[in-house]
């Protein structure tokens, strides 16, 4: 199994970054996935997850309404769109797989927004 992110980046309060996460090495139409942050000295925390065909989503509260997750199940890739952050979501933004009991994470991706 192995998850890249991308996307990441430097971005102004308010602004905008769509985060990537290329999947291979399982049947990604077959999994639900999840996008997780973990800020500096904080925990990690879940942002978004999507069922397996997409019919299935849920935000944290904290991200209701400003970010958006997608997939594409042909492309085996999975979507963060983040608009109007906010310099508090400065985090390494992370996806997962949970796959038969376990949990798989890519790399992660550093999003910092600041002025």
């Known amino acids: 199994v192995q998850l890249v992110e991308s996307g990441g980046g430097l971005v102004q309060p308010g602004g905008s970054l769509r985060l990537s996460c290329a999947a291979s090495?399982?049947?990604?139409?077959?999994?639900?996935m999840s996008w997780y942050r973990q800020a500096p000295g904080k925990e990690r925390e879940l942002v978004a997850t999507i069922s397996s065909a997409g019919g299935r989503i849920n935000y944290a509260d904290s991200v209701k309404g400003r970010f958006t997750i997608s997939r594409d199940n042909a492309k085996n890739t999975v979507y963060l769109q983040m608009n109007s952050l906010k310099a508090e979501e400065t985090a390494v933004y992370c996806c997962?797989?949970?796959?038969?009991?376990?949990?798989?994470w890519g790399q992660g991706t550093q999003v910092t927004v600041s002025s």
């Open positions: 090495g399982f049947t990604f139409s077959s999994y639900a």
């Open positions: 997962n797989a949970h796959i038969w009991s376990r949990d798989y």
